[in-house]
C-alpha cells in the first residue's frame, strides 16, 4: 500500500467524520424553524456538540501517546453520524442535546489517533498534514449541502438520513487501518527528537482558542445573519454557509505551500491579520458583498489550520497524541462555550452586535504569536501496540 493511497484513505476518512461537525451547525436553522428555538437555545445545540468533545479529545489524545488504538477510526465514524441522525427525531431539547453530544464524542475520539497516523504517513511533512486536513474541511463544505439536501426536503424527521456518510467513513478507516498495519509494524515507540516546549505550545493553544471562537460563532450565526442581509431565505444562508467552509479547502492546501516557502509561524501571523479585516467585512459591509468577504474570513482561518497541528506536534515532540487532541480538539471545540453567550447577545440585542466581538480575536491570536519561534521538525512518534 502507497503512502499516497495511505494519506488518501485517511483524508477521506477524516471528510466523512467532519461532516457531522459541519452538520450541527448547518441544522441550527431548521431547529429555529421547526422547534420554535430562540438564538440561545440553537446555540446550545452547538455548545452540546463541542463540549463534551473539548473535554475528552485531550484524554484521547494522551491514550494514543501510550498505545496505538486504530480501531477508534471506524468506531468514532459510527458515533458520530449516529448522533446527528438521531438529533432529528429525537423528541425533546434535551434529548437533542444528548443526541449531538454522542456526536461530539465520536469526533473527540477520531482526531487524535487520525492526526498522530498521518503524522506518520506524512513523515511529519506540512504538505502532507495539509492535504489530511483538506479532508476534514472538505466534510465541513458538504455538511449545509448535505442537510440542506436531506432536511430542507423532509424535515427533521428525515435526519436518520444522514448516517450514510459515517457507514461509508467506517469503511474507509477500516481500510487505513489495515493499511497502516503495513506500515507501522507493530513495536515499541521510536525516540523522538527534541524536547517539550510547553509555554509556546500554551501560547499557540491560546491563539487557536480565539479562531476557534470566531469560527464557531460564525458557524452557528452566518446562514442566518446572510439572510437577514440580503434576503433569499433559506437559500442565501445555506449559500453563506456552504461559502464559510469550501473557502477552507482552498485555504488548508495553500497553508501548507506556504508554510514549505516561508515558514509557518510568519504564514498564521499573517493570516490572523487578513482574518480581522475580512471579519469587520462580513459584520460590517452591507449587500452581496458579504458573499466575498465569508470567502476571505474562510481562506484566513483555514491558511492556519494544518500548520496548527504541526507546530503543536513540534512543540511537544514526546506527546503527539496530546498536541493532535488539543489543537485539533480542545481548543477548536471550545469555541462551542461561547456560543450561547454569543445567541444570548443577540437575544438581547441583535445578531449584528453578537457578531462584532469576532472582529477583535484574530488580532489577539497575532497578538499570542508574535515573538513565537519556528520549531525544528520532529520525527514521528510511534505509540507502542
Do not use: K
Not at 209 to 224: M, N, W
Not at 228 to 251: E, F, H, K, P
Not at 291 to 297: R, S
Amino acid at each position: 500500500m502507497s503512502r499516497n493511497r495511505s494519506l488518501t484513505l485517511l483524508s477521506l476518512g477524516h471528510a466523512c467524520v467532519d461532516v457531522y461537525q459541519g452538520a450541527v451547525a448547518a441544522l441550527v436553522p431548521y431547529f429555529v424553524a421547526e422547534r420554535a428555538y430562540s438564538y440561545a437555545a440553537a446555540s446550545g445545540v452547538v455548545l452540546a456538540a463541542s463540549l463534551l468533545s473539548s473535554v475528552v479529545q485531550p484524554l484521547f489524545g494522551a491514550l494514543t501517546d501510550r498505545w496505538a488504538m486504530p480501531w477508534l477510526l471506524p468506531l468514532s465514524a459510527l458515533a458520530a453520524g449516529s448522533g446527528v441522525a438521531l438529533s432529528g427525531v429525537v423528541g425533546s431539547y434535551p434529548l437533542t442535546l444528548a443526541a449531538v453530544a454522542v456526536s461530539g464524542i465520536g469526533v473527540a475520539a477520531y482526531h487524535p489517533e487520525a492526526a498522530r497516523a498521518a503524522r506518520t504517513v506524512a513523515s511529519g511533512g506540512n504538505t502532507g498534514m495539509s492535504w489530511f486536513s483538506l479532508g476534514g474541511n472538505v466534510g465541513f463544505a458538504l455538511a449545509p449541502l448535505l442537510v440542506a439536501a436531506v432536511i430542507a426536503t423532509g424535515g427533521l424527521r428525515a435526519s436518520p438520513l444522514l448516517v450514510v456518510p459515517a457507514v461509508a467513513g467506517a469503511a474507509l478507516c477500516t481500510a487505513a487501518v489495515r493499511a497502516l498495519r503495513v506500515r507501522t509494524p507493530a513495536g515499541r515507540p521510536t525516540e523522538s527528537s527534541g524536547s517539550d516546549d510547553w509555554p509556546s505550545f500554551l501560547r499557540l493553544s491560546g491563539a487557536v482558542v480565539c479562531r476557534s471562537v470566531v469560527f464557531v460563532g460564525l458557524s452557528a450565526f452566518v446562514s442566518l445573519y446572510v439572510r437577514q442581509r440580503v434576503g433569499g431565505a433559506d437559500v442565501a444562508g445555506t449559500a453563506a454557509l456552504c461559502v464559510l467552509y469550501a473557502g477552507g479547502a482552498v485555504g488548508t492546501v495553500l497553508g501548507g505551500r506556504l508554510a514549505d516557502r516561508y515558514g509557518r509561524v510568519a504564514v498564521v501571523r499573517r493570516a490572523y491579520a487578513l482574518t480581522g479585516l475580512a471579519v469587520a467585512g462580513v459584520v460590517l459591509v452591507p449587500g452581496p458583498a458579504v458573499y466575498l468577504f465569508v470567502a476571505l474570513t474562510s481562506a484566513g482561518l483555514y491558511v492556519p489550520f494544518s500548520l496548527h497541528v504541526t507546530l503543536g506536534q513540534d512543540f511537544l515532540p514526546g506527546r503527539v497524541g496530546t498536541a493532535s487532541g488539543v489543537t485539533l480538539g480542545l481548543t477548536v471545540s471550545v469555541g462551542g462555550l461561547a456560543a450561547p453567550a454569543l445567541g444570548a447577545l443577540a437575544d438581547t440585542t441583535s445578531l449584528r452586535t453578537a457578531l462584532v466581538p469576532l472582529i477583535i480575536l484574530p488580532a489577539l491570536s497575532g497578538l499570542l504569536l508574535r515573538g513565537l519561534r519556528e520549531p525544528a521538525p520532529g520525527a514521528p512518534r510511534l505509540p507502542a501496540r
